[in-house]
């Protein structure tokens, strides 16, 4: 457990790497370590973000970051600092008065491995707004009302249906296509409604070219739904482009451990539920390379899988390792070492917990 400084609830994570990570949350909050976690340093509020909810954040290095904010219309921003969070520039709102935005990802998705690491360049999703899903693009030098609206699906969603701004992992980038040699797969995300749960997978053509490009569209049913609006996916995660997880479950219910994970070894083309579940609702899922193990976090508990989303057992906190008894639950976001939750709270994992579990 780390020591954050604020009380705000905490819902974005991003770690570069070199020791640098950067949070986000409730009332304009955003933080930042150089250090690897030892020291939390608040950053300055963005002007006129006092009140706004942070759901995402993403970071290049200890200067830049975007952090995106949630909410009806204008309440949703995207806001960027290139001198170490000391200034802000409001750098686009949500044109669409009964829009909400749910997921920030930076980076080409036209070539996803391209500019990983520029800051010029951004896919927002937000909720269906009169039948069409949006994902938004946003480009630097772009006039901050200026959006690209590149994804819709006229006719085929339901106008209540959205994603959930669980933990900025609902929407992801895919890297080296694998499903079709004569496509190229740019991005999935899932969403849903009460009754049914989806997986989007998003495509160009690989010798398109196109000013702007619009995506088309593989829309796969999962087995995730289960009848609530508060219910379904809420965090997506790929290992390479064939091997996945989805976790979730429903928020109003974190013990119920119904539909909380299911895999794909297809890229997403079919799901099946996992065979033992996480023990509750679930909010983020990230994998750990180097121990081949998926981690899933929520209210209740932490859960992690080694057979790619199959099975999955609980990871408990260890005295021994002097672990705070309550280290695996109330978290909201991952990005490996980092996870973060309400009220401040951060973590960072232990890299001697998860053989240690798994030799008990």
């Known amino acids: 457990m780390e020591s954050s400084g604020t009380t705000a609830d905490l819902r974005g994570i991003d770690n570069v790497g070199g020791g640098v990570a950067w949070a986000s949350g409730t009332n304009g909050t955003v933080l930042r370590t150089e250090d690897g976690g030892y020291l939390w340093q608040a950053c300055a509020v963005p002007l006129g973000a006092e009140h706004l909810d942070f759901r995402?954040?993403?970071?290049?290095?200890?200067?830049?970051?975007?952090?995106?904010?949630?909410?009806?219309g204008d309440?949703?921003?995207?806001?960027k600092t290139t001198d170490g969070c000391q200034t802000w520039k409001l750098v686009v709102t949500n044109p669409n008065p009964d829009g909400f935005w749910d997921a920030l990802k930076v980076g080409d998705f036209e070539e996803p491995t391209a500019n990983v690491g520029e800051a010029d360049r951004a896919l927002i999703l937000g909720?269906?707004?009169?039948?069409?899903?949006?994902?938004?693009?946003?480009?630097?030098?772009?006039d901050k009302r200026e959006l690209e609206?590149?994804?819709?699906?006229?006719?085929?969603?339901?106008?209540?249906?959205?994603?959930f701004a669980a933990s900025n992992s609902i929407l992801q980038l895919a890297q080296t296509p694998q499903l079709d040699p004569t496509w190229k797969y740019a991005f999935r995300f899932a969403s849903g409604t009460a009754t049914?749960?989806?997986?989007?997978?998003?495509?160009?053509?690989?010798?398109?070219?196109?000013?702007?490009?619009?995506?088309?569209s593989l829309r796969v049913e999962t087995p995730m739904a289960?009848?609530?609006?508060?219910?379904?996916?809420?965090?997506?995660?790929?290992?390479?482009?064939?091997?996945?997880?989805?976790?979730?479950?429903?928020?109003?219910k974190p013990n119920d451990a119904t539909r909380t994970a299911a895999y794909s070894a297809d890229g997403g083309l079919s799901w099946r539920l996992s065979s033992i579940t996480p023990?509750?609702?679930?909010?983020?899922?990230?994998?750990?390379?180097?121990s081949k193990t998926w981690i899933t976090v929520g209210p209740n508990g932490t859960d992690v899988s080694t057979d790619d989303g199959k099975n999955w057992r609980?990871?408990?906190?260890?005295?021994?390792?002097?672990?705070?008894p309550d280290a695996d639950r109330d978290w909201n976001a991952l990005s490996l070492p980092f996870v973060v939750g309400p009220h401040g709270r951060i973590g960072k994992l232990n890299p001697k917990a998860l053989a240690q579990n798994e030799s008990k």
């Open 314 to 324: 609980a990871l408990h906190p260890d005295a021994a390792m002097h672990e705070a």
């Open 127 to 142: 909720d269906s707004v009169n039948g069409q899903l949006q994902l938004w693009e946003w480009k630097e030098g772009w």
């Open 56 to 72: 995402g954040v993403q970071a290049f290095d200890a200067n830049t970051a975007i952090v995106m904010s949630s909410g009806k």
């Open 196 to 216: 049914h749960s989806y997986i989007s997978i998003a495509r160009y053509e690989s010798t398109q070219i196109c000013e702007p490009c619009r995506a088309e």
């Open 279 to 290: 023990h509750g609702y679930r909010s983020a899922v990230a994998y750990d390379a180097a």
């Open 226 to 252: 289960q009848n609530s609006d508060s219910s379904g996916i809420f965090s997506v995660g790929f290992r390479n482009d064939l091997v996945g997880v989805v976790v979730g479950g429903d928020y109003k």
């Open 75 to 79: 309440l949703s921003r995207l806001y």
């Open 149 to 163: 609206l590149s994804y819709q699906m006229k006719g085929k969603v339901d106008s209540r249906e959205g994603s």
